[in-house]
């Protein structure tokens, strides 16, 4: 294995799975898996132990899944950047991941070359998205506003229209204030807006509040 070899963290519920990605990955002479893990609090704890270069994450898997794991080791300043690899493509499965803070997301019908090509891009720092993902995410952002808001969204975006600050609404709501911030960031980009007043002004104008 070369000095310079990328080290990758394997994520996803079922062993055989992982079993057939360390085997493939372990044919590329400039990969490294240090590890795997079966849930998301894993994958954050092994991250943190392991630091490694890339981690490969699945998104729906029981005991934790991906996007709540990948919002955390974010918010942990984990280096390791996310590659989404599932069997899902559903506009609420890639947006969230993407949201949340991966760094590319790849369909389980990938084929060998794209899987090493996406973690070799994934490692130094390059988006990655299968087609089918790119396409939803480039309809999303023309259309912007088409995305209901979940109902927590809603209740910061009142609280919001009511002046309250973000540590205020983080008070009344009995969460921390980056949730709040990462509320407004979701609504922001389902409202197609930049910031407080416009997402305020975008909701009175569709409905939303009044």
Known sequence: MPDHAITLLIVDDHPVVRDGLRGMFDSAA????????????????????LDPDVILMD?????????????????????????????????SDTLAAIEAGATGYLLKDAMRDELFAAV?????????????????LVSRVRSPG?????????EVLGLVARGRSNREIAADLFVS????????????????????????AAAYDRGILG
């Open 146 to 154: 088409e995305q209901p808001l979940s109902a927590r969204e809603r």
């Open 59 to 91: 998104l729906r898997m029981p005991g934790g899944g991906g996007v709540a794991a990948i919002a955390e080791l974010v918010r942990r300043g984990q280096r390791g950047k996310v590659l989404v690899l599932t069997t899902y493509d559903t506009d």
């Open 177 to 200: 204030e980056a949730t709040v911030k990462t509320h407004l960031t979701h609504l922001y980009g389902k409202l197609g807006v930049n910031d407080r007043a416009a997402a305020v």
């Open 30 to 49: 400039d990969i490294e898996v240090l590890g795997e893990a079966s849930d998301g609090p894993s994958a954050v704890a092994l991250a943190a132990e």
């Open 120 to 136: 070799r891009a994934a490692a130094a720092g390059r988006t990655v998205l299968s087609p089918a993902v790119a396409s939803r």
